[in-house]
Antibody, heavy 121, light 106 residues
Framework: QVNLQESGPGIVKPSQPLSVTCSVT??????????WNWIRKFSGNKLEWMGY???????YYNPSLKSRISITRDTSKNQFFLQLNTVTTEDTAVYYC?????????????WGQGVMVTVSS | DIQMTQSPSLLSASVGDRVTLSCKAS??????LNWYQQKLGEAPKLLIY???SLQTGIPSRFSGSGSGTDYTLTISSLQPEDVATYFC????????FGAGTKLELK
């Protein structure tokens, strides 16, 4: 059973970095052809795909976030991480991690429950 | 990026009704279109992929259709457990999502 679980700080001050962790159980993040994504949902239901890290450590970011985002991983812990720099109140959102497999395209078949991150002073 | 517009934003229907949700892309997405269901407090669930393929375990009352820029999710006979928000997502380029249709019982 594939399970993804996000964890994060809850609240971040403006201009500080935001860091969220996705812990994966039941499936190795190094399994061929699987990609591990970050997606966020703003109030008002807007969903934004942020980027991914692949089974072989390749990375692709949403061009609108490219200057502020970093996605990394720790294969020994089967975790991957999101860091978003220089946040503003507009980065307040629920942050989800999700999986897709390369040969099917961006089909997000497993998601975490999401973690709310509020940017506030 | 490709903009996705869903309509209506809110839909009220009765149990047993046939329900149709729409999704329009700002350009041709060549059927690279998925539908997700999100219930309150839960993660989104993949329902339909590549316009009309039913994800494993999803009831057959859900179906999808469309081409070009216009796509539809249909629930043939609405059940109480279908109350949720439904999102479309294109993947002809990097993925973008619609703003959702909230489906409630009348």
């Amino acid at each position: 059973q594939v399970n993804l679980q996000e964890s994060g700080p809850g609240i971040v001050k403006p201009s500080q970095p935001l860091s969220v962790t996705c812990s994966v159980t039941g499936y190795s993040i190094t399994t061929s052809y699987y990609y591990w994504n970050w997606i966020r949902k703003f109030s008002g239901n807007k969903l934004e795909w942020m980027g991914y890290i692949s089974y072989d450590s390749s990375i692709y970011y949403n061009p609108s976030l490219k200057s502020r985002i970093s996605i990394t991983r720790d294969t020994s812990k089967n975790q991957f991480f999101l860091q978003l720099n220089t946040v503003t109140t507009e980065d307040t959102a629920v942050y989800y991690c999700a999986r897709h497999v390369s040969y099917d395209g961006y089909l997000f078949d497993y998601w975490g429950q999401g973690v709310m991150v509020t940017v506030s002073s | 990026d490709i903009q996705m517009t869903q309509s209506p934003s809110l839909l009220s229907a009765s149990v047993g009704d046939r329900v149709t949700l729409s999704c329009k892309a700002s350009q041709n997405i060549y059927k690279y279109l998925n539908w997700y269901q999100q219930k309150l407090g839960e993660a989104p669930k993949l329902l339909i992929y590549y316009t009309n393929s039913l994800q494993t375990g999803i009831p057959s009352r859900f179906s999808g259709s469309g081409s070009g820029t216009d796509y539809t999710l249909t629930i043939s006979s609405l059940q109480p457990e279908d109350v949720a928000t439904y999102f479309c997502q294109q993947y002809n380029s990097w993925p973008t999502f619609g703003a959702g249709t909230k489906l409630e019982l009348k």
